[in-house]
């Protein structure tokens, strides 16, 4: 599989089971760690993908496929490269800048 990149949607095949208020469905996943690090090492950085999710302050509106989602940058996690299938394409360049505007906000002092 050659390198995912950054904005790619992925699904995660063996994803743990959730406890709490972690995303209990099967979801597509939006690569949010810098393309330098997906070619070389055996992890990346994503954000789940949600149609049912509400506008809060940690989660970017976006379209896939026609049906409006939102990213769940409040739910990140690290998956190894061979849990990754490619699924549906990429964000828009517009939502993946945002996406990580908002991380910028999130993780500022």
């Not at 939006?30 to 993908?49: K, M, Y």
């Not at 989660?59 to 990213?71: K, S, W, Y």
């Amino acid at each position: 599989m050659s390198a995912i990149r950054r904005g790619e949607i992925v699904r995660i095949v063996g994803h743990r089971r959730p406890i709490g208020h972690e995303i209990k469905k099967d979801r597509p996943w939006v690569v949010l760690s810098p393309d330098s690090i997906n070619a070389s090492e055996t992890t990346v950085l994503a954000a789940p993908l949600s149609r049912g999710s509400h506008p809060y302050p940690y989660r970017v509106a976006c379209t896939v496929d026609g049906l409006e989602n939102h990213i769940v940058l409040d739910q990140l996690d690290c998956f190894h490269f061979r849990r990754l299938r490619r699924s549906s394409g990429a964000v828009s360049p517009q939502a993946l800048k945002a996406a990580l505007a908002t991380l910028r906000e999130m993780f500022a002092e």
